[in-house]
């Protein structure tokens, strides 16, 4: 049986901890952001593996999203693709996504190490750094090889992060998949990942969305991609609407789905708007709030690509996989031998 959805971004290994405030200082960190590292960052990861307890968890928000799929769909449903090293972190990465049954097709580079993403957590909020390394290093010509596009022209439901857009190989080969996806009467969903794509790398985004069928995001990175696009509005709701009558490369309309951590979440369909509120958690069952957004997009697109179109259901899906992540550690699910008695929606 073929796979029926292909999620790609770039595959990274979670270092998680619990910092003070002194180190987020340091480093000049927001409580709530996604960054990639830069030279000022290279000693962060050592010096959390020495001061804190420290939790790896298999990560990469696309390949989170791809494993909470699964978690609705019947099994071998879902594939993944990006690239790792051959190394124990990707070793790690691999054993992970399989536990969820997530079929993984990477690329194997030696010219850089598995990438890693520091998620550091203070308070309900959660700050990422990523070293995408290896995960950089995905190529056009990996995709494009006969057995690895099969999966492509298999899939019917495509899931990228658009953290895939900031090098040359991931971004192309967004643009590649998107256009299939166009061209062919599919379903390409893409997640705004992080403000800072929006201030830097707005031209690859737009030509991406530009093919995207369902578009993610949050608050933060909604209100910042309408500043960027001078819409001079906060509203999310308005924006919401902006975001779905952007240029489409095909005649199907655009949904645009933006969560808002503890507040409801909003859809926008053309100049319809819906808000849908969360699942309400006593601030004593959460754990940690790091990859409740990936969980959110895997229920939707769990639901979503079992042929499930209306959004009001997905999203009641997206808002029981999150209420089930904030209550363990990172981005993870239940393993798959407790899986029952999961609700229909």
């Known amino acids: 049986m073929p796979y029926v959805l292909l999620a790609m971004e770039n595959p990274l290994l979670d270092i998680q901890c619990k910092p003070e405030q002194e180190l987020m200082d340091k480093y000049k960190l927001k409580a709530n ?23 790896y968890v298999a990560g990469g928000a696309a390949q989170n999203t791809a494993r909470g799929a699964q978690f609705f769909l019947p ?22 996504a399989k536990a969820d049954g997530l079929y993984t097709n990477y690329a194997i580079t030696k010219d850089a190490p598995t990438g890693t993403c520091a998620v550091l957590i203070t308070g309900n909020h959660r700050s990422l750094v990523a070293n995408l390394a290896a995960a950089e290093k995905f190529q056009e010509s990996f995709l494009k090889k006969p057995e690895n596009w099969k999966l492509v022209e298999e899939a019917k439901y495509f899931y990228f992060g658009s953290f895939f857009i900031t090098h040359d ?7 590649l998949v998107s256009q299939h996806a166009a061209e062919n009467n599919k379903t390409f969903a893409l997640n705004l990942s992080a403000p800072f794509l929006s201030q830097f790398f707005k031209e690859r985004l737009d030509s991406v969305i530009k ?15 309408a500043k960027q696009s ?33 507040d409801a979440t909003v859809t926008a369909l053309g100049e319809e708007t819906h808000v849908y509120p969360v699942i309400k958690v006593d601030a004593s069952e959460i754990v940690d709030t790091n990859g409740a957004g990936d969980g959110f997009c895997g229920g939707f697109m769990g639901l979503y690509a079992q042929g499930v179109e209306d959004s009001a259901r997905c999203v009641q899906a997206g808002h029981y996989l999150a209420n089930l992540v904030i209550k363990r550690v990172g981005p993870t699910y239940p393993p798959m031998t407790e899986r029952a008695n999961i609700p229909s929606f």
């Open 33 to 55: 952001d996604a960054i990639l590292a830069d030279a000022s960052h290279q000693t962060l990861y050592k010096e959390i593996v020495e001061k804190y307890e420290v939790t």
């Open 169 to 175: 190989g991931g971004y192309q080969s967004a643009l």
């Open 211 to 225: 093919n995207t069928d369902i578009l993610f995001g949050n608050e933060d990175e909604a209100r910042t991609y």
């Open 75 to 96: 099994p071998n449903s879902t594939a993944y693709m990006g690239c790792i090293s051959d190394d124990e972190f990707g070793k790690a990465m691999t054993e992970a």
């Open 230 to 262: 001078g819409w001079n509005t906060e509203d999310v709701e308005e924006i919401a609407k902006k975001l779905s009558q952007l240029e489409k490369s095909n005649s199907k309309p655009r949904l645009v789905v933006i969560t808002q951590g503890a």
